[in-house]
């Protein structure tokens, strides 16, 4: 069972370019998310969804952008890299309801030079 | 605007001591409040949760307080082990399902 998948795990991006970061569950949960996590830094949501064709803005959204077409995959894109965007970035899925547990992915390192 | 402070930042426990770990939240909104556990290199996992409609949950050495007029809760570790080191979330989750995590404790307990 695979759980969340993201990837790539590891990425160095120069200043202004652009890049996809991939996250995929087979868990069929309908609530998604993408955090930052800045080093000595918590959790910063960047965006979320609470279902295919649903997106709304987290604390830091400026910068990203997201889409959800299917109830699996949630990318996260960004557009002309700075290196404010250094970080590691995890995508979680969730089932929503009482109870709820979010399910992480191993995180993508991305380093912005 | 951060909606959970958690503090403190680092935490320094002798193995047998207790680890407390405190939170507070603004969304009056939120009625679920998980822990999450992280190691390095690995991405967050629950580790126990509350609702606000209990004061005290317990699970092994690990218990969360909820004081709900405060609007805060606190996680316990009773007789840490070295194992427990970690960084720990708290968090709050609503109706609309937005998790919202505090700042992060980095635990480190010492043989």
């Known amino acids: 069972n695979a759980g969340v998948t993201q990837t790539p795990k590891f990425r160095i991006l120069k200043i202004g370019q652009s890049m996809t970061l991939q996250c995929a569950q087979d868990?069929?949960?309908?609530?998604m998310y993408w955090y930052r996590q800045d080093p000595g830094m918590g959790l910063k949501l960047i965006y979320y969804?609470?279902?295919?064709?649903?997106?709304d803005k987290g604390e830091v959204p400026n910068g990203y952008n997201v889409s959800r077409s299917t109830t699996e995959d949630f990318p996260l894109r960004l557009e002309l890299a700075a290196p404010s965007q250094t970080s590691v970035y995890f995508c979680?899925?969730?089932?929503?309801?009482?109870?709820?547990?979010?399910?992480f992915g191993q995180g993508t390192r991305l380093t912005v030079v | 605007q951060q909606q959970v402070k958690q503090s403190p930042q680092s935490l320094i426990v002798q193995k047998g001591g207790i680890s407390i770990i405190n939170c507070a939240y603004e969304?009056?909104?939120?009625?679920?409040f998980p822990w999450y556990q992280q190691f390095p290199g690995k991405g967050p996992a629950l580790l126990i949760a509350?609702?606000?409609?209990?004061s005290e949950k317990k699970e092994g050495r690990f218990t969360i307080s909820f004081n709900k007029s405060a609007k805060q809760f606190s996680l316990h570790i009773m007789d840490s082990q070295p194992g427990d080191s970690a960084t720990y979330f708290c968090?709050?989750?609503?109706?609309?399902?937005?998790?919202?995590f505090g700042q992060g404790t980095r635990l480190t307990i010492n043989p």
């Open positions: 979680a899925s969730m089932t929503g309801g009482p109870n709820t547990e979010a399910f």
């Open positions: 969804s609470v279902g295919a064709g649903i997106t």
């Open positions: 509350i609702r606000p409609d209990v």
């Open positions: 968090a709050g989750t609503g109706g609309a399902q937005k998790l919202v």
């Open positions: 868990m069929n949960h309908n609530y």
């Open positions: 969304n009056t909104a939120f009625d679920y």
